[in-house]
């Protein structure tokens, strides 16, 4: 059963900065997407970044320009970047990861979640 190990959530004042960081316990066969969803007090979770395999990145409109989604692919690792923290920002954060297995199922991954708190 592979397991996403996520890191590097904490409390951080408005203007802060955070990184996330997520890898999979166990080998993958193929990983085609990798991401970052978050899920406020009382709302959905909502996307917030992706990088695919390719290397091609999607930011939440929210984001944009304060938030950098990267991947490792030799540690087979996603980061998440985030600058200029705001009070919005608060949310659990999740790491997400799309892999194939070597007979072709898709699977579908999530981590067990990291708090982000931004204080104003």
């Known amino acids: 059963q592979v397991q996403l190990v996520e890191s590097g959530g904490g409390l951080v004042q408005a203007g802060g900065s955070l990184r996330l960081s997520c890898a999979p316990s166990?080998?993958?066969?193929?990983?085609?997407?990798m991401g970052w969803y978050r899920q406020g007090p009382g709302n959905q979770r909502e996307m917030v970044a992706t990088?695919?395999?390719?290397?091609?990145?999607n930011y939440a409109d929210s984001v944009k320009g304060r938030f950098t989604i990267s991947r490792d692919n030799t540690k087979i690792t996603v980061y998440l970047q985030m600058n200029s923290l705001k009070p919005e920002d608060t949310a659990v954060y999740y790491c997400?990861?799309?892999?194939?297995?070597?007979?072709?199922?898709?699977?579908?991954?999530w981590g067990q979640g990291t708090q982000v708190t931004v204080s104003s």
């Open positions: 166990r080998r993958i066969f193929s990983i085609n997407v």
């Open positions: 997400n990861v799309v892999g194939t297995t070597a007979w072709g199922r898709t699977d579908d991954y």
């Open positions: 990088i695919t395999s390719g290397g091609s990145t």
